[in-house]
């Protein structure tokens, strides 16, 4: 849902439901199924421009509720293995803009906060480091909890620039 304050002011709510299927490990050898994965998302945001269109700012805030996240583990060296994490929960906001000063020359600029959980992960995979080549990481032989730990790839700051 949106709508328009005016010719360049646009604010928007949405709420959606994402899913990833779900799928069989072929290694190890008994073949665990996985769980889809589901997303319960909200968003909330403006889209602004200003100076006849020269300059863009926007900003969304974002919470996300998912069930059943598609973790990958490392049950034994080489082997892969997906498993699911009951529950996280994912909140950020992000501000971004872009302004043009001639013809074909625009500045770009991007800042994310993001707070990424597991907030129910209570047989959690852990990792020690590896003493011996190849080094890496070894499966720890005791799983733990995960709950308030960070997400995978999920870094609490993130900044771009450019121009084009």
């Known amino acids: ?9 646009l604010a928007y709510v949405s709420n ?8 069989f490990n ?9 769980k889809p994965e589901t997303v319960n998302a909200t968003e909330v945001g403006i889209k602004s421009d200003w100076l006849e269109r020269h300059l ?3 900003v969304a805030a974002w919470y996300y509720s998912i069930h059943d996240l598609q973790v990958s583990a490392l049950p034994a060296p080489g082997v892969v293995e997906i498993i699911n994490a009951p529950a996280a929960k994912s909140k950020g906001v992000t501000v971004d803009g872009a302004w043009t000063l001639l013809h074909g020359l625009a500045l770009r600029a991007q800042a994310t906060y993001l707070d990424s959980k597991y907030t129910q992960f209570h047989n959690a995979p ?7 080549p190849p080094f890496g990481v070894i499966a720890s032989p005791e799983p733990g909890s995960a ?9 609490k700051q993130t900044y771009s620039a450019g121009a084009d």
Request: charged content about 20%.
């Open 126 to 132: 852990y990792y020690l480091d590896n003493p011996n």
């Open 56 to 58: 863009q700012v926007n």
């Open 16 to 23: 959606k439901e994402g899913y990833k299927a779900g799928d």
């Open 147 to 155: 709950d308030g730990n960070a997400t995978p790839r999920s870094p």
């Open 1 to 9: 849902m949106d709508h328009r304050f005016g010719p360049n002011l």
């Open 26 to 34: 072929l290694l190890p050898l008994q073949g665990d199924s996985v």
